[in-house]
C-alpha cells in the first residue's frame, strides 16, 4: 500500500494524468495493415489504441503485432493493403476507469508503455508511463521540500 503522502504528492502532479481522446494519436479498425504501419513508423509509435466507428475502444496495435502477424501469413505490400487491422488487433492490452488508484495504474504500467482509459467501451483516453516517472522524479526532488522524513528504529 502507498503511503498517503506519497500517494497525495504524486497525484498533485497532475490533475488526471490522462492525455484526452482527442490529443490522441489512434487507428479505426477498419483501416488497413498499410495504413497503421505508416502511421506508426511516421510518428515513431510503438503501439496506439485502437477504435471502432462509433469511437469505442477495442484494443491496441504495435508494429510488433503487424510484423509477427505478416510472418505467421506470408505477407506481401498488396495483401497488406486489403487487410483490416480488426483482424490483428491486440484486446489482451489492460485498461483502467477513469479514477484509477495510483497503486493500480502503477502495477499496470510496469508492462505497458501506456494505459488505455475507458468507461465501458467509450474511449477517454490513455496514461502514459513517462508521466509517471515524471512525477516520481519530483518526488525525488520535492517531497522533503514539503515533508520530513525521519527512519524509524
Partial sequence: MIDKHIEAFIMSQSATFMIPAQN????????????????????????????????????????????????????FYEKSQNT??????????????????????????????????????EFLGIIVRQEILKAFSAFAHDFTKDYEITKRD
Fill in 84 to 121: 483490416p487491422i480488426s483482424e490483428i488487433v491486440n484486446t489482451d492490452i489492460a485498461t483502467v476507469r477513469p479514477s484509477v488508484p495510483l497503486e493500480e495504474m502503477l502495477n499496470k504500467l510496469i508492462k505497458e508503455p501506456f494505459l488505455p482509459v475507458v468507461k465501458g467501451q
Fill in 24 to 75: 490522441v494519436a489512434v487507428l479505426l479498425a477498419e483501416h488497413n495493415i498499410a495504413h497503421a504501419k505508416l502511421l506508426l513508423s511516421q510518428y515513431k509509435y510503438s503501439r496506439v489504441p485502437v477504435l471502432n466507428k462509433d469511437k469505442e475502444y477495442v484494443g491496441v496495435l504495435g508494429l510488433n503485432e503487424i510484423v509477427e502477424f505478416e510472418m505467421e501469413h506470408d505477407f
